[in-house]
């Protein structure tokens, strides 16, 4: 016999982020980048991530937040936006 889930049963954002192997830093990027709270950010990044046109599309999110934290003088926010990306591109190269 099959067993069946209770209907109470829901995945965490940590299980949707390592599911698609995406890290928190890289979610928080895409969502200020995008101007959204992180779960919105986080659910249309795990679909994106999918598709080689999805990841393309990432890797300009993340460039055009890489290069808007360059411009702001925050060198704080630069490296870290730096590393994120740098991440992205070594998780996910098949569309760089």
Do not use: K
């Not at 990841?55 to 360059?70: D, G, K």
Request: charged content about 25%.
């Amino acid at each position: 016999m099959y067993r069946h889930l209770e209907e109470n049963t829901m995945l965490s954002m940590r299980d949707c982020l390592d599911y698609c192997n995406l890290t928190d830093d890289e979610v928080a990027l895409i969502a200020e980048h995008e101007d959204i709270p992180d779960a919105a950010a986080a659910t249309i990044a795990c679909g994106l991530v999918q598709t080689p046109e999805g990841v393309l599309l990432l890797t300009q999110y993340l460039s055009e937040a890489l290069e808007r934290a360059e411009r702001s003088g925050d060198s704080e926010r630069a490296a870290r936006a730096r590393s994120v990306w740098h991440r992205f591109q070594h998780d996910f190269p098949q569309a760089h």
